[in-house]
């Protein structure tokens, strides 16, 4: 159920489960009338599922101004015009079909005190509740297929046992034999305080009941009061001369209550809990059933309040167990194995109000008693608030069942035992707003919680229809016999047979005879005694052949059994194969289920670690993204930086360059206008005319001929620079030699003062010249370039 609050809710996260075996809790609400027609409501009907609750006139003045109307929603709504049959069509009847069927069921009331939960439940005069339209539901659908009594016996243990026909008549025997008169259940005196409340004229039934099974009822009541379990059924027995104690270890005043003995909840072989030494009577009318309930609801703790007159102290359990059984192959008796029996149960809860206890005017016992039951609810809502948590949010968290004996006792409906149905009886009152709002959050909570889906009973494996056709077995041969003089009239088939063939013949006439001469009467015996002979010889022929027919038609029919059985274990033999086949082809599917599952689970843990890995390769990236970003950072503002000293080294290099270029330029400059002046000086030396020398007295023919010289190369090629003066300055890029060549052969004729000069006198002599013109064209340069070049000027040594 949700509530149409404006503040948000926590997203549900849904637990890994399948929704289809699964069903959520049915809630319902009922909203009885108000007592007075000038009463203020602070509850409204607003659809088939939806009531709005608000605050009455004057709330705000106490709650800081606030006013808001709240809606609920329920599995349905009933309204105040609303019958009991209409409450019990939609509620409790889908609940006893499933009892028939063999489930479980538990049926709740919840409110405050005085919201009419005992009504929707027990119901008033002329106008039966839940509990007797139940009870009447069940026999009209069981009514003709009920075993004996005491064919079925419940144990001590939570469990039922089947009795063969003659236990069950010992049973039955000592029970007549008891002093206290059993009025058979067709003549049954209902009490008339009880009697409207049962008297329901809807023959409500169930449709499909396993006609091939025989049932029993049994029924149990037990009140929670102060958190122990009573026994309302037990008959504890007075006994006047032992003293009673109370709890204070001291004798027990005249006129006070003493309790009877409480009881103990335990848990039997199949984890169901079961109160221990619990009075559970077998019934089998609806009358006798309502009469045992009626005398345990007298017991029933109730007391005056403030809010109700007659107010329940104590939650009241009425618990119907129906045990059921396959007959056997035949088709007579009940099957004596007790892996067949079924014992279903359905559990009517008649909860204490919860109430405020300074509203009740509560004091002494009263208060304590609502102390204990306000704390039994607290239990049930911590219950419902952890297993919606567990549901909803995935938690393992344990649900405190023992905190409670109420809680404890239906645990196993919370874990899937059965089906799970409350109603929630509100008052419209303004004074109970308050109340009804906390009832209401708590329904709200328990519709989120889902309760496992029992399954179905397993079939017995016998053929169906094994009643009816010992039944039509039985009328086919009654009524053979009624053709063949069998009993007619409704006679019993204990008649001998000798009476049955009695019947059909002749009267006898009388037999006196009164008179010696009388012809008449032993000729009309004679006559009636041979007809009857007759008859009877007709009658044993026609006996004989019909005890043949019967033979043959028994072979036929024991033939056409035999026939049917090979077919159907033929048939069951192919869908034994079958699901056995079915079964293995389902063990494999497990398997390989459950090897998915592994591979599954393997692959989400390599899921898992690769995602790791992932994002700390992704963490890794990122850091060196941002290191490499960082080095480019600085790499750029390195780059600016020495692009900047490039630019200002090279500007200063430049510079420099410039500025030595500009220096040896006007270096080079100057040496070549010194070697342009060198060069104009050899040149002015080179063309200067040679002074003869006086000739010396030689042959003639030495006069004549000429002297031969080596002939000087051409100039040597060079470049031409100007220079800054205007002129212009040659640079020589070879070097030319001049050689002077002696004539060959011949001697120089020496003079008389120096005779016969030595060998290579010639090129002596053209060295010294060369000498003496380089001598000369440096002391011209020198001469011209200043004193100071005069200086560094040395003279060139001769060669040896």
């Known amino acids: 159920m949700k509530a149409a609050a404006k503040t948000p809710r926590r997203p549900a996260v849904k637990k890994p489960s399948n929704p289809s075996l699964k069903d959520p809790v049915g809630v319902y609400c009922r909203v009885r009338p108000l007592s007075r027609p000038d009463q203020e409501c602070c509850i409204e009907v607003i659809n088939e599922t939806t009531v709005q609750i608000h605050p009455p006139d004057g709330y705000r003045i106490f709650r800081n ?81 009920q075993a004996k009594r005491f064919v079925f016996k419940l144990d001590d243990k939570n469990g039922v046992d089947v009795q063969c026909e003659v236990d069950a008549l010992l049973e039955r025997q000592k029970r007549d034999a008891m002093p206290v008169p059993k009025t058979p259940s067709g003549k049954r005196q209902i009490d008339p305080e009880f009697a409207d409340m049962i008297n329901v004229q809807d023959h409500c039934k169930v449709e499909e009941v396993d006609e091939d099974n025989v049932y029993s009822v049994f029924v ?216 009804s709002l906390q009832v209401m959050r708590f329904a709200e909570m328990t519709q989120e919680v889902e309760v496992a889906r029992p399954v179905d009973r397993p079939l017995c494996g016998l053929t169906p229809g094994r009643r009816f056709r010992n039944q039509a077995f039985r009328e086919e041969l009654s009524r053979k016999l009624e053709m063949r003089g069998g009993p007619i009239n409704g006679e019993t088939e204990e008649q001998s047979v000798s009476e049955m063939f009695l019947q059909n013949f002749p009267p006898l006439p009388s037999c006196e005879l009164l008179d010696v001469n009388d012809d008449q009467t032993l000729p009309k015996l004679i006559e009636v005694l041979e007809k009857r002979h007759k008859l009877r010889q007709m009658l044993s022929e026609e006996f004989a ?50 090897t998915l599952e592994y591979k599954i689970e393997i692959l989400e843990k390599t899921a898992t670690i690769y995602e790791e890995d992932k994002r700390n390769l992704q963490q890794e990236l990122e850091s060196k993204s941002q290191k490499l970003q960082r080095q480019a950072s600085d790499k750029r503002r390195l780059e600016a930086r020495l692009q900047g000293m490039v630019a200002e080294t090279t500007m200063k290099w430049e510079k420099e360059c410039e500025r030595r270029v500009a220096a040896k330029q006007l270096e080079m400059q100057n040496k070549l206008w010194v070697k342009d002046e060198k060069l104009k000086q050899l040149k002015a030396i080179v063309t200067e005319p040679k002074n003869e020398k006086p000739e010396r007295p030689s042959r003639e023919r030495d006069r004549e001929k000429p002297v031969q010289r080596s002939v000087s190369p051409s100039p040597a090629p060079g470049d031409v620079f100007k220079t800054r003066g205007g002129g212009q300055a040659v640079q020589f890029t070879e070097i030319e030699t001049l050689k002077q060549e002696s004539p060959t052969g011949r001697k120089r004729r020496s003079s008389p003062s120096n005779p016969d000069p030595p060998e290579g006198a010639a090129d002596s002599e053209w060295t010294d010249v060369e000498t003496r013109c380089s001598v000369a064209v440096e002391m011209r340069a020198g001469s011209a370039l200043g004193p100071g070049y005069q200086h560094h000027a040395q003279p060139k040594r001769r060669k040896p």
């Open 220 to 435: 149990s009541y037990i009140e929670i009061y102060n958190n122990y379990i009573y026994d309302l059924l037990e008959e504890a027995p007075f006994e006047p001369i032992k003293p009673k104690w109370n709890n204070c270890n001291t004798p027990v005043r005249n006129g006070d209550f003493i309790p009877p003995q409480s009881k103990i909840l335990r848990e039997d072989q199949n984890h169901n809990m079961y109160v221990t030494g619990c009075t559970e009577v077998e019934v089998k009318s609806t009358e006798e059933a309502f009469e045992v309930f009626w005398r345990g609801q007298k017991k029933r703790r109730i007391a005056n309040t403030q809010l109700n007159r007659e107010s329940s102290r104590s939650h009241s359990v009425f618990i119907i167990k129906l045990a059921q059984a396959p007959l056997d192959a035949d088709g007579d008796n009940v099957l004596q194995e007790k892996e067949q029996i079924t014992l279903s149960q359905l559990s009517l809860v008649d909860l204490a109000g919860s109430e405020r206890t300074n509203r009740t005017k509560a004091e002494g016992n009263r208060l304590r008693e609502a102390g204990n039951i306000n704390q039994s609810l607290m239990t049930l809502r911590t219950c419902i608030e952890v297993l919606r948590e567990n549901q909803m949010y995935g938690t393992n968290k344990m649900v405190p069942y023992r905190d409670s004996k109420l809680t404890h006792l239906f645990k196993n409906y919370f874990d899937g035992e059965g089906k799970v149905r409350m109603i929630v009886c509100v008052n419209p009152k303004a004074e109970d707003y308050e109340e």
């Open 65 to 145: 101004g606030e006013y808001r109307e709240t809606q609920y929603s329920f599995k349905e709504v009933f309204g105040t015009l609303v019958v009991q049959k209409e409450l019990f069509d939609v509620v409790a009847k889908p609940l006893v079909e499933d009892l028939i069927r063999g489930k479980n069921g538990l049926l709740f009331t919840y409110g405050v005190t005085g919201s009419g939960k005992t009504h929707t439940m027990t119901g008033s005069p002329g106008d039966g509740g839940l509990l007797p339209r139940c009870l009447d539901m069940i026999f009209n659908s069981i009514g003709p297929f």
């Open 545 to 594: 052949k019909n005890v043949l027919a019967f033979k043959t038609m028994l072979q036929d029919f024991d033939s056409s059994i035999v026939s049917k059985e090979n077919y159907i274990q033929g048939k069951l033999s192919e869908k034994e194969k079958t699901i056995a086949g079915q079964k293995m082809e389902l063990e494999r599917l497990e398997k390989k289920i459950k």
